[in-house]
T-cell receptor
Framework: DAMVIQNPRYQVTQFGKPVTLSCSQT?????MYWYQQKSSQAPKLLFH???????NEADTPDNFQSRRPNTSFCFLDIRSPGLGDAAMYLC??????????????FGPGTRLTVT | AQSVTQPDIHITVSEGASLELRCNYS??????LFWYVQSPGQGLQLLLK??????LVQGIKGFEAEFKRSQSSFNLRKPSVHWSDAAEYFC??????????FGSGTQLTVLP
């Protein structure tokens, strides 16, 4: 089945130690998103790619970076994780992002713990 | 500013009872509307969506939602709740900007 895959499902990192989360999709969607979701809160959009065009949300900290080497893969890099970055990170895709008339498909998420 | 409001943080219903989760939106024009469900430790699954046309939308797992323009609402309903429906439910909307605005979520507890 076509899907959005996130690896790993659980990630533990140390304070200040860089970490990378990965997302892959078999849907061939042109838009990929990264969300941060803290406990009992709604997902918060960090950034998205429309094809290779990177779009950063205004309030996304510089500590968060992203790479999209090809259509199928997208990475979230946290350069120096702080305790406040512990959260669930959700990857999503959509077929066309111009008007968001197409729904977003979410991966299962990666739970990040910072020690 | 665009916003989505889910007034109920937590709802408890008995298994077999009917369910209605409320959602109100504030947008300049009618946005695209969605309901997602999230089980603990999982990603979001789309239940249903409204783009235009028939204001009563059928979704998966027996859910439906009704779009009411006059009330700026898009409430989710299910006639008979199952224990497996216990989860968090998010209403979301998008307009012309490339962004999905989520409500704060409603946690559903189902009593046996």
């Amino acid at each position: 089945d076509a899907m959005v895959i996130q690896n790993p499902r659980y990630q533990v990192t140390q304070f200040g130690k860089p970490v990378t989360l990965s997302c892959s999709q078999t849907l061939n969607h042109n838009v990929m998103y990264w969300y941060q979701q803290k406990s009992s809160q709604a997902p918060k959009l960090l950034f998205h790619y429309y094809d290779k065009d990177f779009n950063n949300e205004a309030d996304t900290p510089d500590n968060f970076q992203s790479r999209r080497p090809n259509t199928s893969f997208c990475f979230l890099d946290i350069r120096s994780p702080g305790l406040g970055d512990a959260a669930m990170y959700l990857c999503a895709t959509s077929r066309d992002g111009l008007t968001l008339s197409y729904e977003q498909y979410f991966g299962p998420g990666t739970r990040l713990t910072v020690t | 500013a665009q916003s989505v409001t889910q007034p109920d943080i937590h709802i408890t219903v008995s298994e077999g009872a009917s369910l209605e989760l409320r959602c109100n939106y504030s947008y300049g024009a009618t946005p695209y509307l969605f309901w997602y469900v999230q089980s603990p430790g999982q990603g979001l699954q789309l239940l249903l969506k409204y783009f235009s046309g028939d204001t009563l939308v059928q979704g998966i797992k027996g859910f439906e939602a009704e779009f009411k323009r006059s009330q700026s609402s898009f409430n989710l309903r299910k006639p008979s709740v199952h224990w497996s429906d216990a989860a968090e439910y998010f209403c979301a909307a998008s307009g012309s900007a490339r962004q999905l605005t989520f409500g704060s979520g409603t946690q559903l507890t189902v009593l046996p």
